[in-house]
Nanobody, 114 residues
Framework: QVQLVESGGGLVQPGGSARLSCVASGISFSTYTMAWYRQGPGRPREWVASIISGGSTNYRDSVKGRFTISRDNAKNTAYLQMNSLKPEDTAVYYC????????WGKGTLVTVSS
């Protein structure tokens, strides 16, 4: 059974940092593209960042220079380091694994507020 389990969400002050983790099981992790999506209040789900099996990364423009996606294939884990957080980054963040089949985690809430 495939599972993607996110962690690391919570309440963060504007300008602060948070690190999200996504632990995968049941897939050949190193062969999958991993990505993070988010869904803010009243907004559609949107792509945030992705990292392919070879390590190349891509980011949506609004997070470039603030967020960093990475992966540790030995630990079957993907990460999203988020710095200089803004209130508009408030959202449920979802982990996504793309390959011969696609999988989603259940999400972790990040709230950026003073």
């Amino acid at each position: 059974q495939v599972q993607l389990v996110e962690s690391g969400g919570g309440l963060v002050q504007p300008g602060g940092s948070a690190r999200l983790s996504c632990v995968a099981s049941g897939i050949s992790f190193s062969t999958y593209t991993m990505a993070w999506y988010r869904q803010g209040p009243g907004r559609p789900r949107e792509w945030v960042a992705s990292i392919i099996s070879g390590g190349s990364t891509n980011y949506r423009d609004s997070v470039k220079g603030r967020f960093t996606i990475s992966r540790d294939n030995a630990k079957n884990t993907a990460y999203l380091q988020m710095n200089s957080l803004k209130p508009e980054d408030t959202a449920v963040y979802y982990c996504y694994a793309g390959g011969d089949r696609n999988y989603w985690g259940k999400g972790t809430l990040v709230t950026v507020s003073s």
